[in-house]
């Protein structure tokens, strides 16, 4: 399995689909499925059961992950770039902007 190029917590810009163009930040990520939730994208609704704390049942909306493939990291730029991987002078993996070259 490769390298996961996304991760929580940056902002991502969807370059695919019905949220193309939407510029957010990643919620969570399943590198194992190669999916991630991006905060806005992909909601669909759901219906609720009647419960016993919810006696009338309800339809909520969620967001629902969308493949990674389908979006790009966005830099520090606001500019949509690939992400490279290199070894820093610590020996220590880095992700970087292949665009401007800068570390992540």
Request: proline share 4%; aromatic share 2%; net charge positive.
């Amino acid at each position: 399995m490769a390298k996961q190029n996304i991760k929580k917590g940056d902002k991502v810009k969807v370059i695919a689909g019905n949220s193309r163009g939407k510029v957010a930040t990643v919620v969570q990520v399943f590198p194992s499925e190669g999916k991630a939730v991006v905060e806005g994208v992909n909601k669909v609704k759901r219906h609720l059961k009647p419960t016993s704390s919810n006696p009338n049942g309800s339809i909520i909306e969620k967001e629902m992950p969308i493949n990674v493939s389908n979006i790009m990291l966005v830099d520090s730029n606001e500019q949509v770039t690939r992400v490279g991987f290199r070894t820093n002078k610590d020996g220590k993996t880095e992700r970087y902007s292949v665009k401007t070259g800068k570390a992540i």
